[in-house]
T-cell receptor, first 112, second 114 residues
Framework: KQEVTQIPAALSVPEGENLVLNCSFT??????LQWFRQDPGKGLTSLLL?????REQTSGRLNASLDKSSGRSTLYIAASQPGDSATYLC???????????FGKGTKLSVKP | SQTIHQWPATLVQPVGSPLSLECTVE??????LYWYRQAAGRGLQLLFY??????ISSEVPQNLSASRPQDRQFILSSKKLLLSDSGFYLC?????????????FGPGTRLTVL
């Protein structure tokens, strides 16, 4: 059974810092991995999707990497801003269609 | 562009009452549709998904049911709510016929069962 773990559960950094969020998964037989952002009381916003054949994806100040063999992914946020404060969720896709398995998220707080 | 709507945004219901949450998608055809629940302190859990009208797959046994009466409409229902049904319910869609495509989420419905 696929399990997704995100460390740390919460993170507080000063504005301008570069930071890394971690995601690990137990079953490496995945199709892709997605990173989402969730603001309090809101739905999820897709940030990046990495296919199983890819090593990384970049969007603006965000860079996500995938090491499928070791069951790890990282989300790198450069020059963090207070507007980046949110919960970041990692999810892996494997098995039957629609079966997206989520981690519990990392709650990020960027202090001005 | 595609948009996804959910209503109501918030709902407070007594135990034993019925439930109907609605999700609609605009700007796309034949989407795959999903219902997730996010309970306090727990990750998102997939409840149901649908690849077409009238086609519903359930991921976990529960007190809820889902229906897809139209191509871009997905409904989550219950005949009698339980306290454990409280949570944040999210609807999502992805491109139909494409496995492992990006999923796009709606704004969610906060359900409190008292």
């Amino acid at each position: 059974k696929q399990e997704v773990t995100q460390i740390p559960a919460a993170l507080s950094v000063p504005e301008g810092e570069n930071l890394v969020l971690n995601c690990s998964f137990t079953d490496s037989a995945i199709y892709n991995l997605q990173w989402f952002r969730q603001d309090p009381g809101k739905g999820l916003t897709s940030l990046l999707l990495i296919q199983s054949s890819q090593r990384e994806q970049t969007s603006g100040r965000l860079n996500a990497s995938l090491d499928k063999s070791s069951g790890r992914s990282t989300l790198y946020i450069a020059a963090s801003q207070p507007g980046d404060s949110a919960t970041y969720l990692c999810a892996v896709y494997g098995g039957s269609q629609g079966n997206l398995i989520f981690g519990k998220g990392t709650k990020l707080s960027v202090k001005p | 562009s595609q948009t996804i709507h959910q209503w109501p945004a918030t709902l407070v219901q007594p135990v034993g009452s019925p439930l109907s949450l609605e999700c609609t998608v605009e700007g796309t055809s034949n989407p795959n549709l999903y219902w997730y629940r996010q309970a306090a302190g727990r990750g998102l859990q997939l409840l149901f998904y649908s690849v077409g009208i009238g086609q519903i797959s359930s991921e976990v046994p529960q007190n809820l049911s889902a229906s897809r009466p139209q191509d871009r409409q997905f409904i989550l229902s219950s005949k009698k709510l339980l306290l454990s049904d409280s949570g944040f319910y999210l609807c999502a869609w992805s491109g139909g016929g494409v496995l492992a495509d990006t999923q796009y989420f709606g704004p969610g419905t906060r359900l409190t069962v008292l």
